[in-house]
Antibody
């Protein structure tokens, strides 16, 4: 079945780096753009990054641009989110989501992985 | 402050109907398809509407949606306690080249 499984270390200090992984299975990875979305405690969804199906294009909101980098490894069907210069405001549950191959919607979501930035 | 504006909360009795609005602008809702996501407490979001009004397989026809101009609407009929969740609209913004989510609407089934 189609599955997205996020992983990554849970706690980091301000100013440090962390890399999240999203292992995918059950679908043709190279046909789908992929996103990262986060949700701070008690808050709404915030889109964090998009990578195109071929990996050549990436987009970010201003809140993470220059600090976060999304990438993908087609040979492993994995999406990564490299997070640098972490701040307390980056504390959130991070979700990996698949973009539908026929619309712009996020049709499959992972279960999420928690990131806490704390000194 | 989200670019896409949703009411923070809506409520209705079981069996009734509720409508959730999502207001944006020409560069987002006005020119791109809207999708809607349901987030039950403690779980990941789930797609319930895509391309303004289409339902993924497995989503009951109690869920419907539309878009007109710079606004989109999600309707849920025959409300059930299991529909209690946060609902988010989302779309691409062509001017900003970013994906936008609304602030979310908490549905309470009284």
């Amino acid at each position: 079945q189609v599955q997205l499984v996020e992983s990554g270390r849970g706690v980091a200090q301000p100013g440090t780096s962390l890399r999240l992984s999203c292992a995918t299975s059950g679908f043709i990875f190279r046909k789908h753009a992929m996103h990262w979305v986060r949700q701070a405690p008690g808050k709404g969804l915030e889109w964090v990054a998009l990578i195109s199906d071929d990996g050549r294009n990436q987009h970010y909101p201003d809140s993470v641009k220059g600090r976060f980098t999304i990438s993908r490894d087609t040979s492993k069907s994995v999406v990564y989110l490299q997070m640098n210069s972490l701040t307390f405001e980056d504390t959130a549950v991070y979700y990996c989501a698949r973009r539908s191959d026929s619309s712009n919607a996020f049709d499959i979501w992972g279960q999420g992985t928690g990131v806490t930035v704390s000194s | 402050q989200s670019v896409l504006t949703q009411p923070p909360s809506v409520s209705a009795a079981p069996g009734q109907k509720v409508t959730i609005s999502c207001s944006g602008s020409t560069s987002n809702i006005g020119n791109n398809f809207v999708s809607w996501y349901q987030q039950l407490p403690g779980t990941a979001p789930k797609l319930v509407i895509y391309d303004n009004s289409k339902r993924p397989s497995g989503i009951p026809d109690r869920f419907s949606a539309s878009a007109s101009g710079t606004s989109a609407f999600l309707g849920i009929t025959g409300l059930q306690t299991g529909d209690e969740a946060d609902y988010y609209c989302g779309t691409w913004d062509s001017s900003l080249s970013v994906w936008l989510f609304g602030g979310g609407t908490r549905l309470t089934v009284l």
